[in-house]
């Protein structure tokens, strides 16, 4: 009887609770595994920007190269450098900054803008944060040619050592260390990652978050060491070290780091060791942050949106 019993009652499944970290890690892993799916999406948002144009997504490459040549000329000019090294130094700080800046206004926006596929699609909320970021790398790898053209015209200049202006620091030239910008590239798009659900997630509940941010990442921009060298703020203090606070502009900015881990390979400068480090603890404090957002408020985005 009890076996009987037993066979018609069977005892129900342990109940998952919606707020674990358990479905927090599914969301992501099962993202990944949908690659196939936010990759077609990605490349189709761009052939759809650029679907009735003549040359396409030529004109990414054209908009990067005649904005990082007007204002490499420019600064180069106003901070009498030398345009040789210092245009470089300004087309590849354009491309990683265009990089992070659409990924952090576009992650923002990311769930508000697919509120249709998260009402209708059954698919991981991080399937859009992924897409999303696969388009900015998309972007990115369109803007690269420029960095490839810039190489070639100024190869000379950068392919043994050089300063980017007199006085700056010496840096010792093209080698075979430009191999470390692809993990320092693998970094940026993982960080992409969090950051655009963090922010995604909380700008979905309080929508006043995606201007916010729009206005405060131009006044980062300035203090980001992208149209002006680092090597300056030495030069001012006379070598007074990391504790004169002029310094500490650039070194307490954590965008500087991100974009150094991935510009000083291509350009051949000498990567410090604790830009790795600030980045490398970025990720991962980030992404702890990301999971526990995700954890409790993943199952509400499709609420808010």
Same mark, same amino acid.
């Not at 972007?139 to 100024?154: Q, S």
């Not at 075979?176 to 995604?200: E, K, M, Q, S």
């Not at 002006?228 to 030495?234: F, P």
């Not at 990720?283 to 999971?291: D, P």
């Given at each position: 009887m009890q076996a009987t019993s037993t066979l018609e009652h069977p005892e129900a499944p342990p109940a998952v609770k919606s707020r674990s970290f358990k479905r927090a890690f599914a969301d992501v892993r099962e993202a990944w595994d949908h690659r196939e799916l936010w990759g077609h999406l990605g490349w189709q948002d761009i052939?759809?920007?650029y679907r009735r144009s003549v040359i396409g997504p030529l004109w990414i490459t054209i908009?990067?190269?005649?904005?990082? /040549? *007007?204002?490499g000329l420019l600064y180069s000019v106003l901070?009498?450098?030398?345009?040789p090294t210092f245009?470089?130094?300004?087309?590849?700080?354009f491309i990683v900054w265009n990089f992070i800046l659409g990924c952090i206004t576009e992650g923002t926006d990311v769930f508000i803008a697919n509120e249709g596929l998260i009402k209708h699609l059954p698919a991981p909320i991080t399937v859009h944060v992924m897409r999303m970021v696969w388009r900015q790398v998309l972007f990115l790898l369109h803007n690269l040619a420029v960095y490839a053209i810039v190489l070639a015209i100024f190869f000379p200049a950068l392919s043994h050592q050089y300063t980017i202006s007199d006085g700056g620091p010496v840096h010792p030239g093209l080698s075979w260390?430009?191999?470390l910008a692809i993990p320092g590239f693998a970094l940026l798009a993982v960080n992409a990652v969090w950051v655009a /659900? *963090?922010?995604g997630v909380i700008s979905t509940r309080f929508r006043d978050i995606p201007p916010v941010v729009t206005s405060f990442i131009n006044l980062v921009f300035f203090m980001t060491p992208i149209v002006w060298d680092a090597g300056v703020?030495?030069?001012?203090?006379g070598g007074g070290g990391s504790n004169d606070w002029r310094i500490l502009i650039a070194e307490l900015n954590p965008v500087y780091h991100f974009v150094e881990v991935v510009r000083a390979p291509l350009l051949g400068h000498a990567v410090d060791w604790h830009h790795w480090a600030i980045v490398g603890g970025f990720t991962v404090v980030g992404w702890a942050l990301a999971m526990v957002i995700l954890r409790n408020y993943r199952?509400?985005?499709?609420y808010w949106v």
């Amino acid at each position: 009887m009890q076996a009987t019993s037993t066979l018609e009652h069977p005892e129900a499944p342990p109940a998952v609770k919606s707020r674990s970290f358990k479905r927090a890690f599914a969301d992501v892993r099962e993202a990944w595994d949908h690659r196939e799916l936010w990759g077609h999406l990605g490349w189709q948002d761009i052939k759809q920007r650029y679907r009735r144009s003549v040359i396409g997504p030529l004109w990414i490459t054209i908009s990067m190269g005649t904005t990082a /040549l *007007a204002l490499g000329l420019l600064y180069s000019v106003l901070f009498d450098t030398n345009v040789p090294t210092f245009l470089p130094y300004v087309t590849v700080g354009f491309i990683v900054w265009n990089f992070i800046l659409g990924c952090i206004t576009e992650g923002t926006d990311v769930f508000i803008a697919n509120e249709g596929l998260i009402k209708h699609l059954p698919a991981p909320i991080t399937v859009h944060v992924m897409r999303m970021v696969w388009r900015q790398v998309l972007f990115l790898l369109h803007n690269l040619a420029v960095y490839a053209i810039v190489l070639a015209i100024f190869f000379p200049a950068l392919s043994h050592q050089y300063t980017i202006s007199d006085g700056g620091p010496v840096h010792p030239g093209l080698s075979w260390t430009i191999v470390l910008a692809i993990p320092g590239f693998a970094l940026l798009a993982v960080n992409a990652v969090w950051v655009a /659900l *963090a922010f995604g997630v909380i700008s979905t509940r309080f929508r006043d978050i995606p201007p916010v941010v729009t206005s405060f990442i131009n006044l980062v921009f300035f203090m980001t060491p992208i149209v002006w060298d680092a090597g300056v703020l030495q030069k001012v203090t006379g070598g007074g070290g990391s504790n004169d606070w002029r310094i500490l502009i650039a070194e307490l900015n954590p965008v500087y780091h991100f974009v150094e881990v991935v510009r000083a390979p291509l350009l051949g400068h000498a990567v410090d060791w604790h830009h790795w480090a600030i980045v490398g603890g970025f990720t991962v404090v980030g992404w702890a942050l990301a999971m526990v957002i995700l954890r409790n408020y993943r199952a509400r985005v499709s609420y808010w949106v």
